[in-house]
């Protein structure tokens, strides 16, 4: 009778533990959606604020007019498309460096302490703030290669900025790979490449881009490296076209003129006393707020794609 009592207060001891437990899980889980519920409140609240305010602002003429002394004719135009080439220049510069160092450092880099070094330093790069990249940019860029304030320079710049992204993402994405995949690769008589190319890669793609477009969308709304390089603030024109018309049909001279961005021109009408380049500023914020959700969306769209058709 004694055992037996001691089993069932044993037993009523470990219910209690479990119902505290489950208590405690429940608790946790409120906080948390109350939590999340706040952040999305909030950033809700701040976009339907921009887009009530920037409303009249919401045409065509807007995205294809100049910027102007006069905020009723003003345009975002000359903001849009450097914004655009200076992606080009980010995504070109970043995202081949960035990919190719993840998979060497994951890969390819023997397991010893220098190699410890470099992921302890590219994981605190990811945490940098953006000024310190333009104050780099401003010695490196500007004044040690001569580059001027140029679309080149503030793409290399923010591909700066997000190399360490694009590198810890796509580490962590090869990482998820099972190892099954790979001894199953050598199994059947592949090369070291092989396995990577033909394996790692196409089962880690969904992981990889989604860092990509995530890094691309955080560059996107940058302010702070821009402006320390001397991004213009007012341009009324557009860089050369990088598509010509003469053989080899590709200009290079874009690289080299003048730019502004979406989020400098915003912070250029800010400025102003008159209300209305206000209203201005409030459009383009909710432009930029637009794009980069559409942005994170597409990433979660890609990485639930391609792994919905992966077929471990």
Known sequence: MTTQASVLENLAEVRAMIRKHKRNDYIFSIIGLVALMIGLLTLLTLFVDL???????????????????????????????????VMLVTFFSAVPLGVAAGIYLEEYAP???????????????AGVPSIVYGLLALGLFVYGLNLGESILTAGLTLGLLILPIVIVTTRESIRGIPVSIRE?????????????FHHVLHYSSGGILTGIIIGMARALGETAP????????????LPPSPVSDVAPFINFEWLQSGFTVLPIQMFNWLSRPDHAFHINAAATGALIIVVTLLMNGTAIWLRYRIRKNIKW
Do not use: C, H, M
Request: cysteine-free.
């Open 184 to 196: 199953a690769a050598y199994a059947v008589g592949a090369t070291k490449w092989q396995v990577v």
């Open 226 to 237: 821009i402006i320390t390089i001397g991004a213009l603030t007012f341009i009324a024109f």
């Open 51 to 85: 887009v009530v305010d920037g409303y009249p602002r919401f045409t065509l003429d807007f995205l294809t007019s100049y910027p102007s002394r006069r905020a009723a004719s003003a345009g975002l135009l000359s903001a849009w498309v450097g914004s655009l080439l």
């Open 111 to 125: 397991k010893n302490w220098f190699s410890d070094l470099i992921e302890i330093n590219v994981t605190n790069l």
